[in-house]
């Protein structure tokens, strides 16, 4: 298994471990009520971050395993949380599930917005792991200017959509696109190989490779949707 291959497990281990964790506190909720968002939150949220640090530490590895040195250690604060989210405190965005809930039991039923809401905060928290690593690729970059951009790899088992992106070459400022439950990650190029301006692409808002269109999320930045699709912005992911 190549050392990238090792990577993305590893993410995905992390990935699925958080969220299992924050299910199991979403099914001991009695009712889904107001009153308990706020406390179930404050469950969940140490949980959620501490899989966002450990998903920055694996990033950090990696990337210097990659380039040959030793990790340089990543300001954790600013790659968890609402740091990730522009802003956005954890306590809306995990609070958006109980919300899915009541908003739709009145046409689908009461056992059907549960699962939807479940499967909601499930995408959130997974989300909320990826953003930290991909984000930890970028604070990586500013301190390595020996890094000029990164190849999207794709995950063994990515979607059609990424298979298009796989291999694709960016600047080290470019934050590789996300979709729900993705798995794909980045390897860093180094300056040494040579690499000129034209052996890159962007992943800037409005760029198209084959039916993917990168749009901009206003709080996961650039993600990846379907060229015939109607994107309308944040509601159409997590």
Not at 9 to 29: D, G, P, S
Request: glycine share 8%.
């Amino acid at each position: 298994m190549s050392l990238t291959a090792v990577y993305q497990h590893e993410l995905k281990k992390t990935r699925t471990a958080v969220a299992n964790a924050v299910k199991l506190h979403w099914h001991q909720l009695p009712d889904y009520r107001d009153s308990q968002v706020q406390p179930f939150v404050e469950r969940v949220v140490p949980i959620i971050e501490a899989g966002q640090r450990r998903a920055i530490t694996l990033t950090d590895a990696y990337i210097s395993r990659k380039m040959g040195v030793q990790p340089i250690g990543l300001d954790l604060a600013a790659l968890t949380g609402a740091a990730v989210r522009g802003g956005v405190d954890p306590l809306i965005v995990y609070a958006r599930p109980f919300t899915t809930l009541w908003t739709s039991v009145a046409t689908i039923g009461y056992a059907q917005a549960l699962l939807k809401a479940t499967n909601r905060l499930l995408s959130t928290t997974e989300m909320d792991v990826t953003l930290s690593a991909r984000n930890a690729s970028l604070a990586y970059a500013k301190e390595t200017p020996s890094i000029v951009g990164w190849q999207r790899v794709a995950d063994a088992s990515c979607c059609d959509f990424c298979q298009m992106l796989d291999g694709v070459k960016v600047g080290a400022e470019d934050a590789s696109p996300l979709h729900n439950n993705c798995g794909c990650t980045v390897e860093p190029l180094d300056a040494s190989a040579g690499y000129s301006s034209e052996d890159f692409v962007s992943f800037a808002p409005g760029s198209d490779f084959g039916d993917v269109l990168i749009q901009e999320h206003g709080e996961l930045g650039p993600v990846i949707t379907n060229k015939d699709d109607n994107f309308t912005g944040p509601n159409d992911l997590q």
